[in-house]
């Protein structure tokens, strides 16, 4: 990839990231704020524009050519606006026509976070070498993208390869999308912790009843930890499989918190896999933790905006 810079937004619940990235995914200026995700609007977008404020005192901001946005969805690459669940204040919220304006114009790309990360993960990290690719967050929520011959997939809205909500258990539990059984209702941090505490599993004497100490405690031996975390395994694997049958990809990836619990999420997820891609052409299905960490969004926006840069036709707003 060319070796001039592109800035890249990586946009969640929580923070608000910025870069300028060189060709090579390495990170060469950053900055960052809390998301003040309860606020209005308007008060959010200021966030933005205080992220973009510090990117464009860089002395290296000349030399930025594009800009990339990983953002939480819904995300519309159509209409250049964004709908994130976690941050209800932007509603069909305009932000390519409002961070173009803040950065005087450059071409401006719009993706959601699970096809950013997939982006980061394809160019440098896990799925490398591969042409066909899922990649998955599973954390507080669960998304992903895809790599299809060799060529990201964000689809016509950036939003394809949303895993998370793809129905494993049609008589399931209602999720907050609408529909039922979906995977992110059974294997995300959050509901693997439900889940435990559900079953009986209790906290330890510090009180954290999140999926990482639930985590710690299935690596203990306590079976009701185990159970939950083999009941989102199966859940994923389901889902993978799924995935791999509709496209034929060759590898999955998973990262974010729940992907960090080694072991205990993989060793069951790759024995459900088993029960799940069952036909000869998905048998060989691979499944790897991710490597890119917490800069996967950024890298992957900015991956994004260097392909627009090299194919402007294919810009959608």
């Known amino acids: 990839m060319h070796t001039d810079l592109v800035a890249a937004l990586d946009i969640?619940?929580?923070k608000i990231a910025g870069a300028l990235v060189d060709g090579h995914g390495r990170i060469q200026a950053r900055a960052q704020c809390l998301t003040p995700a309860r606020e209005d609007g308007e008060t959010i977008m200021r966030a933005v524009e205080q992220v973009l404020a510090e990117l464009t005192a860089s002395p290296l901001w000349g030399r930025a050519t594009a800009l990339g946005i990983g953002s939480a969805g819904p995300v519309?690459?159509?209409?250049?606006?964004?709908?994130?669940?976690?941050?209800?204040?932007?509603?069909?919220?305009?932000l390519v026509a409002r961070v173009r304006a803040a950065v005087g114009g450059l071409p401006v790309e719009l993706i959601g976070d699970g096809v950013a990360i997939t982006a980061a993960e394809h160019w440098q990290g896990a799925a490398r070498g591969h042409d066909n690719a899922l990649c998955m967050v599973v954390s507080t929520g669960v998304g992903g993208g895809l790599?299809?011959?060799?060529?990201?997939?964000?689809?016509?809205?950036?939003?394809?390869?949303?895993?998370?909500?793809?129905?494993?258990?049609?008589?399931?539990?209602?999720?907050?999308?609408?529909?039922?059984?979906c995977?992110?209702?059974?294997?995300?941090?959050?509901?693997?912790?439900?889940?435990?505490?559900?079953?009986?599993?209790?906290?330890?004497?510090?009180?954290?009843?999140?999926?990482?100490?639930v985590a710690a405690a299935a690596r203990s031996g306590d079976p009701v930890a185990i159970a939950s975390f083999k009941r989102a395994a199966q859940a994923l694997a389901a889902g993978i499989a799924a995935t791999a049958t509709l496209v034929e990809i060759d590898i999955a990836v998973i990262g974010g918190g729940v992907g960090k619990a080694g072991d205990v999420l993989f060793a069951p997820l790759r024995?459900?896999?088993?029960?799940?891609?069952?036909?000869?052409?998905?048998?060989?299905?691979?499944?790897?933790?991710?490597q890119m960490g917490t800069d996967a969004g950024l890298v992957g926006a900015a991956a994004a905006a260097l392909a627009r840069r090299a194919d402007p036709a294919a810009a959608r707003v």
């Open 183 to 213: 995977v992110e209702r059974i294997a995300s941090g959050p509901n693997i912790a439900r889940r435990a505490i559900e079953n009986g599993w209790q906290a330890g004497p510090d009180g954290d009843g999140s999926a990482a100490a």
């Open 12 to 14: 969640g619940g929580t």
């Open 271 to 290: 024995k459900a896999l088993g029960d799940y891609a069952t036909l000869s052409f998905v048998q060989r299905l691979a499944v790897e933790p991710a």
């Open 147 to 181: 790599v299809l011959n060799g060529r990201l997939h964000p689809g016509p809205t950036g939003n394809a390869g949303h895993i998370g909500h793809i129905s494993v258990d049609l008589d399931g539990d209602l999720c907050p999308c609408g529909a039922r059984g």
């Open 76 to 94: 519309d690459a159509t209409t250049g606006t964004v709908s994130p669940v976690n941050v209800p204040g932007w509603r069909d919220f305009p």
